[in-house]
């Protein structure tokens, strides 16, 4: 057994004392064979950025041969809205390193996310686990480097009110029980997740914590390890889709809308970024922020209104983004700065060896603290297409590094103060703000749509069908229409409160 692997939750990497990344067909016949699975699902992300799943009886060793190695049909038009009934077949392919025990199933089953080709075999241009590839690459292609990422996963979850130890209101960050209620639920889902291969950071309950009607309110946050961009897209889909299931055999509701009533903590997915050389972290530089993390930065600075579009896909989104909501509306990055659209967080630069005088009996750490830097996007939501969504941050950091000028422009997009404060007015007067409507967002798509389309990572018709998916809301000046008025506001909630 690899020593590495040794505490690894996830039983088929467990099983066969491999990492997933080294998993093979032969491997995936010999866990199904030796753990008696009578069944595989193909499951796939499709235009509404659900989990789609394709279920298989094992009849026979040569039929479980044949659907690894040639996949099987499906009915693309039904999936996306770009494809044409005329021409609509695609292939679904498991990828192996994806399988995973199924933790809800009755029948012993084995599920593994897939990828879309078309009639020709190839990679399907449009797909969004192909799309997201295409990004990194080109993101390695012109840096020679690496892009990470990681998904701080917040939901609520919904029940009715025992009446018993109830939770201050919008108190509940890191709360314990018995004020938070769900703290087992989401320990419960945290074991799932890890089972089918999520690296996970940490869990805690949020801020949101409100009684209404008779049920309670609670919101939860599950972050996860930064991982290569395309595995983390994978993470938080299954994430998503174990977290509902579990919902669901308990009775409870849950959404991971961006806005669930008025004047409470909405539901973000915040994005970590870094950036790897060789398995090291170049995201800083003798302890301080490198050039190369700036870069970055100030390409998100310069297409951050255009990755609203895959990261806030619904009216409601914009109703989380205004001010005074620890969500960012305006285009400017900081230090540990909530108030800010991107933020280095807290990177035990320390000079200190903080666990020796936590616990004096110890000797020196020595631990390499520089791997766990990152940087963070904090304007997405929910609503988002998750590949979609680090796909086009893979590409903002990219054109980072081929902007000439990007240490300038996250120097000039750089603040250090809260900006929604009055003595700071003119600071917040000078920066460009996020679009206001799914409208705003679709024109700044539009403006910067070349810088997408460029080495073919995103493509025209997947952005044109994002630019009519988004104009069809026609809520251009719905935040301004709607106001302060709490049923026009719950209207779009109930509407919008399965999203993504």
């Known amino acids: 057994m690899n020593t590495s692997l040794e505490m690894c939750p996830n039983r088929v990497v467990a099983f066969l004392g491999k990492p997933c990344s080294e998993f093979t067909k032969a491997d995936i016949v010999q866990y199904i064979k030796e753990n008696n699975i009578r069944m595989v699902n193909f499951m796939y992300p499709a235009g509404d950025g659900r989990l789609k799943t394709l279920n298989f009886v094992i ?35 498991p990828r192996f390193r994806t399988a995973f025990l199924d933790p809800f199933a009755e029948i012993p089953t084995l599920s593994m996310l897939c990828s879309y080709f078309n009639k020709d075999g190839e990679p399907l241009e449009s797909s969004p686990e192909n799309t997201l590839r295409k990004a990194c690459k080109a993101f390695h292609e012109v840096t020679g480097k690496e892009f990470q990422a990681m998904g701080e996963l917040e939901y609520y979850v919904i029940a009715p009110d025992s009446g018993m130890f109830p939770a201050t209101d919008q108190k509940g960050y890191h709360e314990s029980a018995p004020y938070a209620k769900f703290n087992e639920f989401r320990t419960q889902c945290m074991a799932y997740i890890a089972q089918a291969g999520g690296q996970i950071k940490y869990g805690h309950s949020e801020v949101g914590n409100f009684a ?24 938080l889909m299954i994430a998503k889709w174990i977290i509902r299931n579990l919902a669901y055999r308990n009775g409870y509701d849950i959404t991971f809308a961006p806005k669930i009533t008025a004047g409470k903590a909405g539901s973000g997915l915040h994005i970590h970024m870094r950036i790897m050389d060789g398995g090291a972290n170049c995201m800083l530089d003798g302890g301080a922020l490198s050039a190369d993390a700036r870069r970055a930065i100030a390409g998100m600075m310069l297409l951050a209104p255009s990755i609203t579009a895959f990261g806030n896909t619904n009216p409601t989104s914009y109703f989380r983004l205004v001010p005074h909501q620890e969500a960012p509306t305006n285009i400017c990055w900081g230090d540990r700065n909530r108030s800010v659209l991107v933020r280095v967080p807290l990177g035990w630069a320390a ?30 939501d929910g609503s988002a297409d998750i590949y979609q969504l680090i796909a086009g941050l893979a590409v903002a950091c990219r054109y980072g590094f081929e902007l000439p000028d990007a240490l300038e422009i996250a120097e000039r997009t750089y603040v250090n103060v809260n900006i929604h404060q009055k003595e700071n007015e003119d600071r917040l007067a000078a920066l460009e703000q996020l679009p206001d409507s799914c409208a705003a967002s679709a024109d700044c798509l539009e403006r910067q749509r070349a810088v997408f389309e460029e080495y073919n990572v995103f493509s025209p018709a997947m952005i044109d069908g994002i630019l009519r998916r988004l104009r069809s809301y026609d809520d251009r000046t719905l935040r301004a229409d709607t106001g302060d008025d709490k049923e026009k506001m719950m209207t779009l909630v109930r509407r919008f409160f399965h999203c993504g």
């Open 59 to 93: 009849n026979s060793a040569a039929y479980l041969d044949t659907i690894l190695t040639c996949g099987e049909r499906v009915d693309g038009s039904s999936l996306f809205p770009f494809i044409e009934a005329g021409s609509s077949d695609l292939y679904v392919l």
């Open 212 to 235: 209404i009607d008779g049920m309670v309110y609670e919101q939860n946050e599950i972050e996860f390890l930064p991982v290569a961009a395309d595995e983390a897209a994978d993470q």
């Open 351 to 380: 000079k200190s060896d903080m666990c020796r005088l936590a616990n004096p009996h110890e000797g020196d750490s020595n631990y390499d603290t520089t791997q766990k830097q990152t940087v963070e996007m904090r304007s997405p």
